[in-house]
């Protein structure tokens, strides 16, 4: 069985050694950093399969560290953050985090976002499954199999959460979703998060899609949630 490598970034020693004790517990490989700068230098060396990244550290903050590695990778990154204010949370998903945690946290919740965001991430070689896996429409391709969003021909970065929840959305075309039922559908486990989680994502998915087509597009329904609306489909 392949383990899972999990880099947690936290100037915490003892933060860090304790959640190494629970992954480990739990048969992730796992690997420290104790400062900003060491923590990126590890994520470019050890090609780790989520990161665990704090906001407040000496030598490059978690902000910093989250920017950098979203220049060249979709690695999915948990937030791990002292403060509870909303700000700080849209910044991290604003910057391409997939999710975050405030401390103090549980350290077995920890441990479930981390298994519940390599569940989705996981690729499989099953066609049957492969093909499920892949939404188009004019001038867009969404495939979760590649986690490769295609916008008139163009490959577009787009971080894991982002492209589920397109995901989501364009395979259910013009059904109306509210936040919640997104958060429970798309995060796919008790999400401790507020709706302004969905919020953040959508808006960065209508900066890349805005204008594509005139067939779909990303409707916000006022007092509801949102749906992807495609012309011509009931």
């Known amino acids: ?3 899972n490598k ?3 970034i936290d100037d915490d020693k003892n933060i860090c050694e304790l959640l190494r004790l629970y992954l480990e517990k739990e048969g992730f490989d796992v690997s420290l950093a104790f400062d900003g700068r060491e923590g990126f230098e590890k994520f470019t060396k050890e090609n780790p399969d989520l990161i665990l990244l704090d ?3 000496p030598n490059m903050d978690g902000w910093q ?3 950098e590695i979203r220049k060249t990778s979709q690695c999915p990154i948990i937030m ?3 403060k509870g204010e909303t700000i700080d949370k849209v910044l991290g998903l604003e910057l391409g985090a997939d999710d975050y945690v405030v401390k103090p946290f549980d350290s077995k919740e920890v441990v479930a976002r981390i298994k519940a965001i390599l569940r989705r991430t996981s690729q499989t070689s099953e066609p049957e499954a492969a093909s499920k896996k892949i939404v188009t429409f004019n001038k867009l391709s969404i495939n979760l199999e590649s986690y490769e969003l295609k916008v008139d021909g163009k490959s577009v ?3 894991p959460k982002e492209l589920e929840l397109l995901f989501h959305l364009a395979s259910n075309p013009n059904r109306v979703y509210t936040r919640d039922q997104l958060l429970d559908e ?3 486990f008790e999400y401790y998060g507020d709706s302004r989680t969905v919020d953040v994502h959508v808006k960065r998915l209508r900066e890349k899609l805005e204008g594509v087509c005139s067939e779909w597009s990303l409707k916000t329904v006022w007092g509801v949630g949102y749906k992807f609306e495609v012309k011509g489909i009931e």
């Open 1 to 3: 069985m392949i383990q």
């Open 6 to 8: 999990v880099l947690v």
């Open 55 to 57: 906001v407040m550290m």
């Open 65 to 67: 560290v989250c920017r």
């Open 80 to 82: 791990l953050t002292a």
């Open 157 to 159: 970065d787009t971080p």
């Open 186 to 188: 798309v995060w796919g």
